[in-house]
């Protein structure tokens, strides 16, 4: 798990992206995203998913790994994004930044989907160092949806049926 060097990384390459676009007179948009969940392509489960999923796949140190990125989260569908990069796009008039999160969600709203769900599995009802009435953090995406940007996905959808 890489934490907070990873986000940081990101946002240095964004910042640095952004200078270089103005020194040369380049139009730049950046979207911010958050989790990204859904179906994928690859060989094996991307990372993002591993810790979506994580009441469920994880074991032992990686939990509190996972789940203090999952605590208050924020979620979009990979479809979704992929339709906001190609909105934007089309849009040559836009720039800056942008956040395309669709939902925001506890690691309680996921442990309860996900024990719903999948009753045949042993998702955790209590988790460390969370209390029973933490509120989400949102990202909003106010931005984008103002632009007239549609989410299709819905939560359930992206972490059940994804």
Known sequence: MTGWMYFVSKTMAEQA??????????????????????????QSMPPSLI??????TATGFWNEAHYSIIKQGQFVH??????????????????????CASHNATILDIAKMLRENYPEYNVPTKFKDVDENLKSVEFSSKKLLDLGFKFKYNLEVDLING
């Open 17 to 42: 992206a952004g200078m270089f676009a103005k020194e040369n007179n380049i139009d730049f948009v950046s979207i911010i995203q958050p989790l990204v969940v859904g179906p994928f392509v690859m």
């Open 51 to 56: 810790t979506a999923l994580s009441p469920i």
């Open 78 to 99: 990979l479809d979704d994004l992929c339709r906001a990069h190609i909105f934007l796009f089309e849009n040559p008039k836009e720039e800056g930044r942008y956040i």
